[in-house]
């Protein structure tokens, strides 16, 4: 397949463009549909706030005290990084602003202000940030990752205005210059493409730095307009542009398991990547804001929908080990892919305002990010199978790109940068919970879930704070705190139903939901003074359907796998490159690798006409550690039996017998579905059969 190839003159004149933008609109950006509020005005609380406290007491709040990226971080003075990208620290400063910041924790605060203290006092004479002190070993990317930490804290910390805006308009600077310059550090140096293929990663990533050129731009423009818009128009136009991806005929809809592909020489290849699918999701709703061009709104859409029709796990996240592979139950999914592809869901529903994304961004943390992670936030995995009985080092990879430890817990199972990443997906997720209406008289509660929000609206300061266990209790309470009249809209889910949903403020009474049909929000007038709201949304079991006549389970934002009994057992954390080694440097005795042995036969099918919910939740109780394996307060029963299923490699589930030869092996048996962030050991797509 060959990718249209976009033909440039040298130089550009993009100032003359983007001025006569700036007349033709008010603002050259395009608002957003509901704009995102600064980190810090959203906290967690219940179930939601104890998982992000145990994120700052797990890997993530602990990698600053012994990983060597960052002890010893060539970023930070010394000379270790596990890649040429030198991509260790950004991401680690991406994930630990907003998590520092939403749970308040002086110590975490106190290792972002060191970085960032470090890293804007040792900008190089040229306006480069990073460690590259040689000009030709320069990309942009690792850059992206860290400049959106230093526009968080920013948001947080004025304090730091200062410094950042400085720093980042020097380095605004040199990327004009750069770029200006045959695209240097972002596609040649001297007239030469980056190599290796990582280093197309800026072009492919583009939208995650143009966020942050936004945000300078409307936030602390400090007389740069010209110059930001300038270097967002050369990001964009150098760009290994997604909008040429998206287009029918060239977007693969088939199986790509077992397609061979040179990462090396393939133009497709940064497209199939599944990290940069993630992150290149957003960039319709940030070129759009950049150019304005409407017809992104569909683009988008086709996207997200084309993403995870063909290549999406029920989980929802995206299917790729390391490059897209279909829908085959076997293949796997980077703990990468499912931060960044959260961001950029909930990105795009601040950007665009399409309901579509929010239940997306909320299908995808409450399930597939759980499932990632173990339930004290010490281990996680590389990859993640929707038909996972065991997490285990295997015989032979079903993977790509992945070594046979990759689907185990740990450290880094494979590749460090989720080790380095994963720590953004619940802590922005947190901030996205809440957003204004663009008049700013509205606050949106866009994602469900336990958290409370403190802003000023043009009527005057608001504290809203939501009460509930969701997703595991579909029964939200809100008690509201204003100075004046607003409108506080509540999304409403595509999978509730209708008929037992319902919300009531102060006493009452109860009224049915009227969601607007594109942004899913119901709205209420609040009045100033104190007031409570009870929204209640009811759900059925639901199915979808997966390949190979398999479902996925659903209830609410929940999606439900068949659980495999399984023992965990623990090693001392291997090297990423050497799965015989233990790591050479000291680490704390919580930091471990966890392997997953499943205790039964895995090889079920269910009736699914006989599933019944069950709940033993107390509401008001104590829902600490929700997505711990064995422990789920709510689960399915069905009634299943054994079935003949052969193996993919000898190593893992293959694909279950289909037709005439699914037939029982044995008696019908009660088994249980459970939520699928606390099913680690699990068959998701489930074959289904009559009993
Ligand atoms: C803001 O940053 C400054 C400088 O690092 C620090 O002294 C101050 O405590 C921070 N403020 C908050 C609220 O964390
Ligand atoms: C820029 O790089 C391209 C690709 O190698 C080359 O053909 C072109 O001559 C270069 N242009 C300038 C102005 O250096
Ligand atoms: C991109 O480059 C082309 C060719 O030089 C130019 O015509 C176009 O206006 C540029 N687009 C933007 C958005 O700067
Ligand atoms: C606007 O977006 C559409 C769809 O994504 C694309 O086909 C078109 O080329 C874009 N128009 C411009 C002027 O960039
Ligand atoms: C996704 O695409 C499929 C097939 O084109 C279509 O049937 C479905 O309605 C789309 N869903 C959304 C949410 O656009
Ligand atoms: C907001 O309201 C919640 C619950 O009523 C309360 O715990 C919190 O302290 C309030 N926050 C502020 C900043 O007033
Ligand atoms: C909210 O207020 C507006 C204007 O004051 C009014 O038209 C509307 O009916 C009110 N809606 C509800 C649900 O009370
Ligand atoms: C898994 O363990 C639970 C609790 O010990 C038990 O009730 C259940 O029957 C087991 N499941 C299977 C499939 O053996
Ligand atoms: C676990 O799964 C493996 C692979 O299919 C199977 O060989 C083994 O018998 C299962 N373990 C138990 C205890 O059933």
Known sequence: MKMPVKIFAFPLVTSALASAALTARDSPLLPFSFTPLPLGSVKANGWL???????????????????????????????????TLNEGVP????????????????????????????????????????????????????RYPLVLGLMNLVDANSTWGGPVVDTLGHFVDYMLNRLQNNYTDYWYHDGVELQPIDFTWGRVRYADMIVSLQWLFEKHPAG???????????????????????????????????????????????????VNVGQGLKSFGVVRRLTGNDSLIDTAMNAVNWTFTYHGSASGTII????????????????????????????????LGDAYY???????????????????????????????????????????????????????????????????????????????????????HALLGPTQVTTTLSSGNVNVSCDTAYPFDNTLTYTIQSDGNFDFYVRVPAWHDASSSSISTNSGP?????PDPVSGLHKLNIS????????????????????????????????????????????????????????????????????????????????????????????SGDLSMPFAPGESQLWIEAQ?????????????????????????LGDAQTVRLVPYGSAKTRIGDIPTISI
């Open 49 to 83: 706030q104890a998982e992000l406290e145990m994120e700052a007491n797990g890997l993530a709040g602990h990698m600053h005290d012994f990983i060597p990226d960052i002890t010893d971080g060539n970023w930070l003075g010394g000379s270790t990084s596990y890649s």
């Open 91 to 142: 991401y680690w400063f991406n994930g630990l602003v907003p998590l520092a910041y939403t749970v308040d924790d002086e110590q975490l605060k106190d290792q972002v202000h060191a970085v960032a203290g470090y890293i804007t006092t040792h900008q190089l004479g040229d306006g480069w940030i990073g460690p590259e002190t040689d000009p030709n070993s320069r990309t942009f990317w690792a």
């Open 224 to 274: 740069k307009e010209q110059e930001l818009l300038d270097t967002m128009n050369f990001l964009y136009n150098g760009s290994i542009d997604w909008n040429d991806w998206y287009v029918e005929g060239v977007y693969p809809t088939q199986d790509l398991s077992g397609v061979p592909i040179d990462p090396n020489t393939s133009p497709i290849f940064p497209y199939e990547h599944g």
């Open 320 to 351: 790729a080990d390391e490059i897209l592979e279909g829908l085959n139950p076997w293949s796997g999914s980077e703990t990468c892919t499912a931060v960044e592809t959260m961001y950029s869901l909930s990105y795009l529903y601040q950007t």
């Open 358 to 444: 929010a239940d997306r961004t909320e299908l995808l943390t409450y399930n597939a990010m759980f499932a990632q992670l173990t339930s004290d936030w010490w281990g996680h995995q590389y990859m993640a199978q929707p038909n996972q009985p065991y997490c285990e080092k295997l015989s032979t990879a079903p993977f790509w790109n992945v070594n046979v430890v990759g689907q185990t817990f740990g450290l880094q199972p494979n590749y460090p940068c989720c080790q380095f990443n994963h720590p953004q997906g619940l802590p922005k997720f947190v901030m996205a919970t809440y957003a204004t209406t663009g008049d700013g008289n509205g606050l949106v």
């Open 510 to 514: 109860s009224t049915t939901l009227s």
């Open 528 to 619: 100033a003074g104190q007031t409570t709201v009870t929204y209640t949304l009811g759900s059925q079991i639901w199915t979808e359907i997966r390949p190979h006549d398999t479902i996925s389970v659903h209830r609410g934002a929940l999606v439900y796998a068949l659980e495999i009994n399984s023992t965990e057992s623990t090693t001392a954390p291997h090297q990423w490159n050497n799965l015989d080694a233990a790591v050479t440097f000291s680490v704390p005795d919580q930091c471990k690798d966890f392997f997953f042995a499943n205790e039964t036969a895995w090889n079920y099918a269910i009736d699914p006409s006989t599933m019944t919910f069950h709940s033993s939740l107390d509401v």
């Open 640 to 664: 299943a039996c054994l079935i003949p299923w052969d193996m993919y490699l000898d190593s893992v589930p293959g694909i279950p017998s289909t037709g005439s030869s699914r037939t029982c």
